[in-house]
Every structure is written in C-alpha cells, then in structure tokens.
T-cell receptor, first 116, second 106 residues
Framework: SAVISQKPSRDICQRGTSLTIQCQVD?????MFWYRQQPGQSLTLIATANQGSEATYESGFVIDKFPISRPNLTFSTLTVSNMSPEDSSIYLC?????????????FGPGTRLTVT | DAKTTQPPSMDCAEGRAANLPCNHS???????VYWYRQIHSQGPQYIIH???NNETNEMASLIITEDRKSSTLILPHATLRDTAVYYCIVGNQFYFGTGTSLTVIP
C-alpha cells in the first residue's frame, strides 16, 4: 500500500485567485492521478500525472485551468487557476502501484476547496 | 468501458452480511471488476478486484457470475464503520460511477 498526504486539507479562496494543492507519497510511484469530487457527486478524473512526461487531461479539463507538476516520483501539485464558485469541490490525488499490477489505487484524504 | 448499475442505497443490520450487487452486462472478456468505498469525508479506499474467479481478502469477498454480467461484494459481518458509498467499477478503474450508499444499522 501507500500513504498519501495532501496540503492544504481545506481552504476558502476568493474568486479569481489560484490555489496550489500538494500531494506527497511515502514511496516512489510512477502513476499519480488527480480527481475532483463536487458536492454530493462521485469522483471525476481530472488528469494522469506520470513522472517524466506531461500530464494527460481528461475531456473537459485543460492545462491552463488545472496545471499539474510532477517533479519527482513522490510528489505532485495541482493548481486550480482563476477560481470561480463552480470550482468548489474536494480535490483528491491517488496513486496506482506497480506491485499490484496497477490494479489498486490509493487515495489521499482530499483537499476541500470553497470559492467565495 | 462497460457501464455498471448499482442500487443507490441499501441498509444492513450490524453483524449481518452485507451483499452489494452490481450489474455490468456489457463487460468484455479482459475487463476487471473493481470495488472501492468512500467513508464520509475521506478519500476512497480500495477493497478488491477480480476478473473471472471469486476473490476474497481481509476486507471482503467478490463473487462474479459465470457469465461475468454481474457481481456481488460481500462484507461478511458488517459493522457501523462499514457505512460508506461503495463503488463498482468495470474496465478502467479510474472512472467512478454513482455507487451504492450502504448504511449499517445498529
């Protein structure tokens, strides 16, 4: 398994500003993922962030709005840019482990973002 | 990726087995079935996955029908801490559906 931490755990931000969310893993992992969970909804995959390559974004998500960095095998950041109230969500990172054949995901606790 | 259908909610008495069904009639031969759960205000937690055979681990059992068109997640002795939303995912494990909200009742 993997232990994942996220910072901040929650934040309240003003519209038009940006927030960078950090994801730290206790072991080296190749595959990391960022999700959004809007209030009362299921999880939606934003992008896949593999170390050494550009992030791959899902339909409906763009790099200008959600830039992602993956500087090494234990760390990633997601920035929510030019925020609006519609960006109020929980943002989660996850990893998939090679030792499980990439078939088990482990999630961080999430970052609860409120945009006013 | 195959679509899944789960009941939106279920109740289970504490100490009894919780049987959570999932229909995936369009599953293809090489697609795995995954189960995750999300306890309130936490990140999702991996439970189990399987392809054809039934699987069991320390958390649960996964029963997949012979035609693979449906499966059941079994929590053998449900506790109050098992109250959560349970997601059945087929194929690409990164695409979550709406899940089943399980409430374990004292």
């Amino acid at each position: 398994s993997a232990v994942i931490s996220q910072k901040p755990s929650r934040d309240i931000c003003q519209r038009g500003t940006s927030l960078t969310i950090q994801c730290q893993v206790d072991s080296q992992v190749t595959m990391m993922f960022w999700y959004r969970q809007q209030p009362g909804q299921s999880l939606t995959l934003i992008a896949t962030a593999n170390q050494g390559s550009e992030a791959t974004y899902e339909s409906g998500f763009v790099i200008d709005k959600f830039p992602i960095s993956r500087p090494n095998l234990t760390f990633s950041t997601l920035t929510v840019s030019n925020m609006s109230p519609e960006d109020s969500s929980i943002y989660l990172c996850s990893v998939a482990l090679r030792g499980t054949g990439w078939r088990e995901q482990y999630f961080g606790p999430g970052t609860r973002l409120t945009v006013t | 990726d195959a679509k899944t259908t789960q009941p939106p909610s279920m109740d289970c008495a504490e100490g009894r087995a919780a049987n959570l069904p999932c229909n995936h009639s369009t599953i293809s031969g090489n697609e795995y079935v995954y189960w995750y759960r999300q306890i309130h205000s936490q990140g999702p937690q991996y439970i189990i996955h399987g392809l054809k055979n039934n699987e069991t681990n320390e958390m649960a059992s996964l029963i997949i029908t012979e035609d693979r068109k449906s499966s059941t997640l079994i929590l053998p002795h449900a506790t109050l801490r098992d109250t959560a939303v349970y997601y059945c995912i087929v194929g690409n494990q990164f695409y979550f559906g709406t899940g089943t909200s399980l409430t374990v009742i004292p």
